[in-house]
């Protein structure tokens, strides 16, 4: 089975997101790379690898034959496109599923179907989960490519992880993707308030 390094989880991660968001800037340059690596948004944890360490990641792929370096015409730099379908092999779907858990970590079935959808539809949980079972089972010489661990302490309902990079991300924590954000609680806390205050007006207007 393909073992990974953390950074080269990174790098081949957003290869395969880029390709399908960005189709149009796909084959990718390095300086996009590098910075689609260190974006905050999608991303756990947010990394700020330089252009040395993604090079790095960059050769360890290659030699893994998960990344090719191209040259378009009429391009003046090299570009790279990733050749995880083939070397790994997997579907579309199963593709952008593990490239969720490669960029973010840990996650619910809930949060997968969300999060890979902005890759490519992923039409219903049920369908999500049959995508999930493919990459929880050897396939031929293909051995599983995803875990499904239990829920973190304080989390609900189990989460899955990729075998790449078993050590990856850390199990203990609940994903960022579940934990309210403080202008969440903001927005919930006015809600409520504004709630408490209708409710309140009803019942002046009733007496």
Do not use: W
Request: hydrophobic share 40%; aromatic share 2%; charged share 25%.
């Amino acid at each position: 089975m393909i073992t990974l390094t953390p950074n080269e989880c990174r790098v081949l991660g957003t290869i395969i997101e880029k390709a399908q968001t960005v189709a149009s800037q796909y084959p990718i340059t390095l300086n996009a790379l590098v910075t689609g690596c260190n974006q905050k948004n999608n991303r756990n944890p947010i990394t700020n690898l330089d252009e040395s360490a993604v090079l790095d990641a960059l050769d360890g792929l290659r030699a893994k034959k998960l990344v090719s370096e191209v040259m378009l015409s009429g391009s003046r730099v090299s570009k790279y496109r990733h050749l995880a379908r083939e070397a790994i092999p997997v579907s579309t779907l199963e593709l952008v599923i593990l490239a969720e858990l490669l960029l973010r970590g840990p996650q619910s079935l809930a949060e997968l179907r969300t999060n890979a959808s902005r890759m490519h539809t992923i039409e219903s949980p049920e369908a999500a989960r049959s995508v999930l079972d493919g990459l929880l089972s050897p396939h031929g010489e293909r051995a599983a490519l995803v875990k499904e661990v239990p829920a973190p302490p304080g989390g609900r309902g189990t989460r899955f992880i990729q075998l790449l990079c078993p050590d990856l991300h850390s199990l203990t924590s609940v994903s960022p993707a579940a934990v309210p954000s403080p202008e969440i609680d903001d927005r919930l806390a006015a809600l409520e308030a504004r709630i408490l205050h209708l409710e309140e007006r009803i019942r002046v207007l009733e007496g």
